[in-house]
């Protein structure tokens, strides 16, 4: 699936505890898109060189066969120039056509190295995301553990409190009681007694 500057734009990531700051991600992923901008508008920008430099290379031919055409008359009216037809011949039209072909393999060249790297760059981009992802998964679950082994620790002390509360609680009614049964015991010392 291609990527695209609106997909990267309109990504929404889900929160977690603990994650990344949103705020340097989504600036982060502005940069990304910005150059992704660039880049496509300098490929747009290759590609019409790289057309005008084709149209060009392709008049070449028909405009060179065209001139000697228009040049051969003259010679033929006067005899005298024809020595300096050959000196005159030097306007090149045969070595800058090979010229005007190299120009528009430079252009293509110049515009597969663009779109390599605009590959290379949405390549980098996914691979830092994943690793971004994937390092926030592990921070994630690496809180989750811390989180899950505390829970067990506090579980732990609340049972041990508990009991110790239940212990606690079966000798001071055990106290009680027999402090109860004293007092009952002795309740016959206080009693006056019978007058009969």
């Not at 490929?43 to 055409?69: C, H, V």
């Not at 995301?129 to 989750?144: F, G, H, Y």
């Amino acid at each position: 699936m291609a990527i695209t500057v609106q997909m990267i734009e309109n990504k929404e990531f889900t929160t977690a505890p603990m994650g990344y700051k949103r705020k340097e991600v989504d600036m982060f992923l502005d940069e990304i898109c910005d150059e992704m901008d660039r880049m496509n508008e300098e490929i747009q920008s290759l590609q019409i060189k790289l057309s005008q430099a084709t149209q060009q290379a392709a008049m070449r031919p028909q405009q060179a066969a065209a001139r000697p055409a228009a040049a051969v008359p003259a010679p033929l009216e006067v005899e005298e120039p024809a020595p300096e037809a050959p000196a005159a011949e030097p306007a090149e039209p045969e070595p800058k056509k090979p010229l005007r072909t190299d120009l528009g393999a430079e252009a293509a060249a110049v515009l597969q190295a663009a779109q390599r790297v605009y590959k290379e760059t949405v390549s980098d981009a996914k691979n830092e995301a994943q690793r971004i992802m994937e390092e926030a998964q592990a921070k994630v679950d690496d809180q989750l553990k811390l989180q899950k082994k505390e829970r067990d620790e506090m579980e732990e002390a609340l049972h041990a409190l508990r009991e110790s509360a239940r212990e606690y609680k079966k000798k001071l009614e055990t106290l009680i009681n027999s402090q109860q049964k004293l007092l009952d015991d002795a309740s016959g010392l206080f009693e006056e007694p019978d007058a009969t």
